[in-house]
C-alpha cells in the first residue's frame, strides 16, 4: 500500500532541500486547539493499536531523528499517551556499548525491532551511523573500521535494504525528521540553562553538536535523500512550534494505521451458551 501523503513527505527521486521544507509550519496551531486534535489522533491511535495488537499479523515502526532540542522526547510521549503499555515498545539510543561495537551498525538495532501487533519507536536508530559518525568519522575507529571512499553510500544501501525487508515482512516503517531551525535550538537550549528544573537536559557535548550545525544539515539531507522510499517514507516536519508539529506527527501516525487497517480475529468456533453455562 503507498505511504500516507503529506505536503512534509520527503520525495521518492533521490533530491531534496530541507530548506524548502521549512522549520516553521504555515499556521501555528493555538496550544488548546492543538490539544484538542492532538487528543483526538492519540484516541483513534489507542483504538487502532488495539485492534494490531489483536490482529497480531502486522507493527509499525516509528523512527525519530532531529538535531538536540528539536522535541523528539516529547513528541513521542504525548503520540503515546493513551496507547497501552502492552503494545508499544519504545527503543533510546545512545552511546554503543563494547558489545554492540563488536557487531554490525545495524545489530543493536535490529535487535529492538517490534514483534507483530506491537507499535515500536526508535528514539534514534540506524541512522545515527550515517548522520553523527558522517560527522564524526573518528568514530570508526571504535567499531575497528577504516573510512573508505563508499562507505556512507554502503551503510546507506544497507539501511534501505533493511526497510524494504521489513516492509515486506508486515513491519511498515515511517520516519520523522523533526526539523528545528539554528535559533530555535539556542532558545531551547538557553531555556534547559535558565530553568533549574530543564539544567539536567543540558549537556556540554550540545554545544560542540551545535558548531558543527552545517555539516549535520548536509548529512540529513544526503541521508534523507537516499533513504525516502515508498516502503519506508520520511516526513520532515517543521519542530519550531511543538504543538503543531506533534498534531501533524500524530495525523501521519493515526493515517497509516488506518491504511494498514488491522482487524480483530474472528473467535474461535465455540460453543458460547455452553462456556457461559460452564462458568455459572
Given at each position: ?15 531534496v ?10 499556521q501555528?496551531l493555538?496550544k488548546?486547539d492543538?490539544?484538542?486534535r ?5 484516541d483513534a491511535?489507542?483504538e487502532?493499536?488495539?485492534?494490531l495488537?489483536?490482529e497480531?499479523r502486522q ?14 522526547d516529547?513528541t513521542?510521549r504525548r503520540?503515546?499517551?493513551?496507547v497501552?503499555?502492552?503494545?508499544c515498545h519504545v ?5 554503543p ?6 557487531h554490525?551498525?545495524?545489530?543493536r538495532?535490529?535487535r529492538?525491532l517490534p514483534?507483530?501487533g506491537i ?13 553523527v559518525v558522517?560527522?564524526n568519522p ?7 573500521l577504516?573510512a ?5 553510500d554502503?551503510r546507506l544501501r544497507s539501511?534501505r535494504?533493511l526497510e524494504?525487508?521489513l516492509?515486506?515482512?508486515?513491519t511498515r516503517v515511517?520516519k520523522?525528521?523533526?526539523?528545528v531551525?539554528?535559533e530555535?535550538?539556542a532558545?531551547r537550549?538557553r531555556a534547559?540553562?535558565?530553568?533549574p528544573?530543564?539544567r539536567?537536559?543540558f549537556?556540554?557535548g550540545d554545544l560542540s553538536v551545535?558548531?558543527q550545525w552545517d ?12 533513504t525516502?522510499r515508498?516502503e519506508a517514507?520520511?516526513y520532515?516536519?517543521?519542530a519550531d ?15 497509516t494505521?488506518?491504511?494498514m487497517d488491522p ?9 458460547w451458551?455452553?462456556?457461559r453455562r460452564?462458568?455459572?
Amino acid at each position: 500500500m503507498p505511504p500516507v501523503d503529506s505536503p512534509w513527505r520527503v520525495p521518492f527521486d533521490g533530491s531534496v532541500d530541507l530548506g524548502a521544507f521549512g522549520c516553521e509550519p504555515p499556521q501555528r496551531l493555538e496550544k488548546k486547539d492543538a490539544k484538542a486534535r492532538l487528543e483526538e489522533h492519540v484516541d483513534a491511535i489507542r483504538e487502532a493499536q488495539y485492534r494490531l495488537y489483536a490482529e497480531d499479523r502486522q507493527s509499525l515502526l516509528l523512527v525519530f531523528q532531529a538535531m538536540d532540542a528539536a522535541g523528539k522526547d516529547g513528541t513521542i510521549r504525548r503520540l503515546l499517551s493513551g496507547v497501552n503499555p502492552a503494545g508499544c515498545h519504545v527503543a533510546s539510543f545512545k552511546r554503543p556499548s563494547s558489545e554492540e561495537l563488536d557487531h554490525d551498525f545495524l545489530w543493536r538495532h535490529v535487535r529492538q525491532l517490534p514483534r507483530r501487533g506491537i507499535i515500536g519507536v526508535h528514539n534514534r536508530s540506524w541512522y545515527e551511523e550515517v548522520l553523527v559518525v558522517r560527522v564524526n568519522p573518528g568514530i570508526l575507529q571504535a567499531q575497528r573500521l577504516d573510512a573508505y571512499p563508499t562507505i556512507w553510500d554502503d551503510r546507506l544501501r544497507s539501511i534501505r535494504e533493511l526497510e524494504a525487508h521489513l516492509h515486506r515482512n508486515g513491519t511498515r516503517v515511517v520516519k520523522f525528521f523533526l526539523n528545528v531551525s539554528y535559533e530555535e535550538q539556542a532558545r531551547r537550549l538557553r531555556a534547559r540553562i535558565d530553568e533549574p528544573d530543564k539544567r539536567w537536559k543540558f549537556e556540554e557535548g550540545d554545544l560542540s553538536v551545535r558548531q558543527q550545525w552545517d555539516d549535520y544539515q548536509r548529512a540529513y539531507q544526503a541521508t534523507l535523500a537516499a533513504t525516502s522510499r515508498s516502503e519506508a517514507p520520511w516526513y520532515a516536519i517543521p519542530a519550531d512550534h511543538k504543538w503543531t508539529m506533534r498534531v501533524t506527527v500524530a495525523d501521519v501516525v493515526r493515517r497509516t494505521l488506518d491504511d494498514m487497517d488491522p482487524q480483530i480475529p474472528a473467535p474461535e468456533d465455540i460453543d458460547w451458551e455452553d462456556a457461559r453455562r460452564r462458568l455459572s
